[in-house]
């Protein structure tokens, strides 16, 4: 089975019987992911592949630290056996390391999933950033402003998206302005 094929199935086995929404989610950052994939040349499949994975850490079957991000990350390293673009590029998706920092968890992170620089992170994060929770298209600012209103003010999540803001609004404008040139 391809990779990216048996990273749907996990994802749809994962979530679309216990987070419903997140699954919805999901199909659309994944279909958005391979709308883009083009642009990354051989990080296409991973590339893909974590869009598919990148909201995993929520399920309840495998929620341990609580940081979906991480969560996600290990459990496709030790459990999936994922390859290790794949679980770096989900540990860090949408700028994830300022929520670890947050919550105590930027070292094991760091340690655990090496930061992924460059046009394939910029491409994750545009796919979630740029896809709302109905899966439908949303300009990056809407998304975000979601995110602020769905968790309020103060919350760690809320906090750690609001600062991380104007770094996923620059990944986001990196990947819209090599979309028009091509
Ligand atoms: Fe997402």
Partial sequence: MEQT?????????LLAEPLAGRWTHTQGVGHKAESVAHLVGDDAD???????????GYSPALTASGMHQL???RYLRDVAGFDGLVCRLVAHHSF???EARNRGLAGQLVGEFPA??????DALTYADMTTNPNGDPV?????LAEILARY????????????ASPRISSSVRTVTALLAAT
Avoid: K, T
Wanted: glycine share 8%; with cysteine.
């Fill in 5 to 13: 094929e048996r990273a749907r199935d996990f994802a749809r086995r």
């Fill in 46 to 56: 991973a590339l893909v592949c974590a869009a598919w994975l990148h909201d995993v």
């Fill in 71 to 73: 969560d996600g990350a």
């Fill in 96 to 98: 994830a390391v300022i």
């Fill in 116 to 121: 992924v620089e460059g046009l394939v992170s």
């Fill in 139 to 143: 300009e990056v600012e809407q998304r």
């Fill in 152 to 163: 309020g003010n103060g919350d760690l999540v809320a906090e750690s998206i609001r600062e």
